[in-house]
């Protein structure tokens, strides 16, 4: 066995053409939605997600059995953690008539104008220097995500092996490329009733000279060895009407690439992680998956993180596998997602710095929306029982007893964590032809948000989004124009709730940030 960096990485030797590499963990730091058919769908087929119980092995018997809860009971206990007899309702995203339907006046869209200054300290005192910001401010907003928003990660963490399961010369369109099917097997020793396998695809040009620069997508891949998920689980990765989350081509655009044929195009390789393998998209799964292994089996506390974070860890665990990858420039890997992956996508880029660029696609509350916005999901709709396993526990008080105006953070401070970094936000058209996203997603909360951000990349020597940088009155760019002056970019397309037209933008202003070498 051979060892790098002290034993930080260690590579065993391979066996009948299998490759194993073993990683340790980097310790680093709707109801009433218009999209419930897909949470419905992937409740169907959370049973092909691969954390999924075992057998009691011999000498376990000690173990606590795992929780086997509904969501709504799981939910409910939470709520008595937290003291809390009832949550306010969330909007309606697809009844007109019904009471509480979306709000999409903007009048009444601000009901609490004043964010919270991602450049102001706790006690007050102004953040003027990078020094400040990287030593003082950054840590009080990551210990308010933390503590109030998207719990916290477990300190001591199993490892993940990661096995290459088969590797596949083929073409994609003209290019020739080699794929590789990956498990991450997380180290379950500790609690044997839970096992957790992280499933990853990653591509790259078969005749690069070097290591080459990888978007990874939050998607759905084909896997071998896994029962079929993947491309066949076509309801479950269906996140829009008339589409999926994964393998995307372009809205619109008859006969065009897709974005991995763009992405390979570019010189780069591309990456699908499948989320929901390590951490279901369900209350149900919070005994069970990554967070349940380490609770080993029983119910969250309050400030215990949620799926989003769950899934941004799975992330960085794949980014650990490209660093001992030589067909990869770990330097140079990018993190893409659309709606609750784009959350996800998000999520990831401002905790882990070594994400080098994002494409956050239509990512919306509990994303790069404004939470403290009144207009399309609200904060309530994550705090119901069909969403608030997204979200630490803790963040249900903001649905009742307190508001969205009392969180401590807002979306603005989550995009400036992603600072110095370069991240573009994508959303399509709230209303028009030939397609519109809808309103749900806020896309003006959004482009307040990345305008709110602005300060801190400035603060550190990068250019913001280059509109005058005031949140409530700087215009939205009109639909179909890129604003891509610096390290913050946003676009919205007319393609509907995809950030596949979005894509060559994104690649043209990547260029200037993401080189192969």
Same mark, same amino acid.
């Given at each position: 066995m051979n060892s790098l960096d002290g034993g930080v990485v260690s590579l065993a030797s391979k066996v009948q053409g299998i490759d194993w590499v073993r990683l340790p963990i980097n310790t680093m730091k709707r109801k009433n939605s218009p999209f419930l058919f897909f949470a419905v769908t992937t409740l169907a087929t959370a049973g092909l997600c691969r954390a999924q119980l075992t057998a009691t092995p011999a000498g376990g018997t000690n173990l606590?059995?795992? @929780?086997?809860?509904?969501? =709504?009971?799981?939910? #409910?206990?939470?709520? +008595?953690?937290?003291?809390? =007899?009832?949550?306010?309702? !969330?909007? +309606?995203?697809?009844n007109r008539q019904a009471p509480n339907y979306q709000n999409t006046d903007e009048a009444k869209a601000n009901p609490y104008p004043n964010l919270p200054d991602p450049l102001t300290l706790k006690n007050g005192q102004k953040v003027t220097t990078p020094a400040m910001w990287w030593n003082q401010r950054r840590p009080e907003i990551v210990e308010?995500?933390?503590?109030? @928003?998207?719990g916290r990660v477990p300190k001591n963490l199993p490892p993940v092996t990661w096995k290459v399961t088969d590797t596949v010369r083929t073409n994609n369109d003209a290019v020739p490329v080699i794929t590789k099917h990956l498990v991450g097997h997380v180290d379950n020793s500790a609690y044997p009733l839970i096992n957790v396998d992280i499933q990853l695809t990653l591509t790259t040009p078969a005749d690069a000279k070097g290591p080459v620069p990888v978007m990874m997508e939050f998607g759905f891949g084909n896997f071998p060895g896994f029962g079929g998920f993947g491309r066949t689980n076509r309801l479950g990765g269906t996140n829009r009407l008339g589409g999926t989350n994964a393998f995307r081509g372009f809205g619109g655009l008859s006969g065009g690439l897709n974005w991995q044929q763009l992405v390979l195009s570019n010189g780069?390789?591309?990456? @699908?992680? @499948?989320?929901?393998?390590?951490?279901?998209?369900?209350?149900?799964?919070?005994?069970?998956?990554?967070?349940?292994?380490c609770n080993q089996g029983?119910?969250?506390?309050?400030?215990?993180?949620?799926?989003?974070?769950?899934?941004?860890? !799975?992330?960085? #665990?794949?980014?650990?596998?490209?660093?001992?990858?030589?067909?990869?420039?770990?330097k140079q890997v990018g993190i893409e997602g659309l709606s609750r992956y784009g959350k996800a996508t998000l999520v990831t880029m401002a905790y882990d710095p070594r994400f080098a660029i994002a494409l956050v696609g239509s990512s919306g509350e509990g994303g790069a929306k404004l939470s403290r916005r009144n207009w399309g999901e609200l904060v309530e709709n994550l705090t119901g029982s069909g969403e608030y396993h997204w979200m630490a526990g803790s963040f249900l008080k903001y649905g009742g007893p307190l508001t969205p105006g009392d969180l401590p953070v807002d979306a603005h401070e989550l995009i400036a964590l992603c600072a110095p970094r370069p991240v573009f936000i994508s959303y399509g058209a709230a209303s028009g032809s030939p397609g519109a996203e809808g309103t749900w997603v806020d896309q003006h909360g959004s482009f307040m948000a990345a305008v709110a951000a602005g300060p801190v990349y400035k603060l550190l020597g990068k250019k913001d989004l280059g509109t005058p940088g005031n949140y409530l009155t700087d215009p939205m760019p009109?639909?179909?124009?890129?604003?891509?002056?610096? +390290?913050l970019a946003w676009r919205q397309h007319d393609g509907g709730h995809t950030d596949a037209p979005n894509w060559p933008a994104f690649l043209e202003w990547a260029n200037r940030y993401i080189q192969v070498q």
């Amino acid at each position: 066995m051979n060892s790098l960096d002290g034993g930080v990485v260690s590579l065993a030797s391979k066996v009948q053409g299998i490759d194993w590499v073993r990683l340790p963990i980097n310790t680093m730091k709707r109801k009433n939605s218009p999209f419930l058919f897909f949470a419905v769908t992937t409740l169907a087929t959370a049973g092909l997600c691969r954390a999924q119980l075992t057998a009691t092995p011999a000498g376990g018997t000690n173990l606590p059995a795992p @929780v086997n809860w509904t969501a =709504e009971q799981d939910h #409910r206990n939470m709520m +008595e953690q937290l003291s809390i =007899e009832k949550l306010r309702p !969330g909007a +309606e995203g697809m009844n007109r008539q019904a009471p509480n339907y979306q709000n999409t006046d903007e009048a009444k869209a601000n009901p609490y104008p004043n964010l919270p200054d991602p450049l102001t300290l706790k006690n007050g005192q102004k953040v003027t220097t990078p020094a400040m910001w990287w030593n003082q401010r950054r840590p009080e907003i990551v210990e308010d995500f933390d503590r109030e @928003v998207y719990g916290r990660v477990p300190k001591n963490l199993p490892p993940v092996t990661w096995k290459v399961t088969d590797t596949v010369r083929t073409n994609n369109d003209a290019v020739p490329v080699i794929t590789k099917h990956l498990v991450g097997h997380v180290d379950n020793s500790a609690y044997p009733l839970i096992n957790v396998d992280i499933q990853l695809t990653l591509t790259t040009p078969a005749d690069a000279k070097g290591p080459v620069p990888v978007m990874m997508e939050f998607g759905f891949g084909n896997f071998p060895g896994f029962g079929g998920f993947g491309r066949t689980n076509r309801l479950g990765g269906t996140n829009r009407l008339g589409g999926t989350n994964a393998f995307r081509g372009f809205g619109g655009l008859s006969g065009g690439l897709n974005w991995q044929q763009l992405v390979l195009s570019n010189g780069w390789g591309y990456a @699908v992680i @499948v989320p929901t393998s390590y951490q279901a998209d369900n209350g149900a799964g919070l005994t069970k998956g990554i967070i349940g292994l380490c609770n080993q089996g029983q119910p969250r506390k309050p400030d215990d993180w949620g799926a989003l974070r769950a899934w941004a860890w !799975g992330a960085s #665990r794949a980014l650990d596998y490209f660093e001992t990858d030589p067909a990869v420039d770990s330097k140079q890997v990018g993190i893409e997602g659309l709606s609750r992956y784009g959350k996800a996508t998000l999520v990831t880029m401002a905790y882990d710095p070594r994400f080098a660029i994002a494409l956050v696609g239509s990512s919306g509350e509990g994303g790069a929306k404004l939470s403290r916005r009144n207009w399309g999901e609200l904060v309530e709709n994550l705090t119901g029982s069909g969403e608030y396993h997204w979200m630490a526990g803790s963040f249900l008080k903001y649905g009742g007893p307190l508001t969205p105006g009392d969180l401590p953070v807002d979306a603005h401070e989550l995009i400036a964590l992603c600072a110095p970094r370069p991240v573009f936000i994508s959303y399509g058209a709230a209303s028009g032809s030939p397609g519109a996203e809808g309103t749900w997603v806020d896309q003006h909360g959004s482009f307040m948000a990345a305008v709110a951000a602005g300060p801190v990349y400035k603060l550190l020597g990068k250019k913001d989004l280059g509109t005058p940088g005031n949140y409530l009155t700087d215009p939205m760019p009109p639909v179909n124009t890129a604003v891509t002056h610096g +390290e913050l970019a946003w676009r919205q397309h007319d393609g509907g709730h995809t950030d596949a037209p979005n894509w060559p933008a994104f690649l043209e202003w990547a260029n200037r940030y993401i080189q192969v070498q």
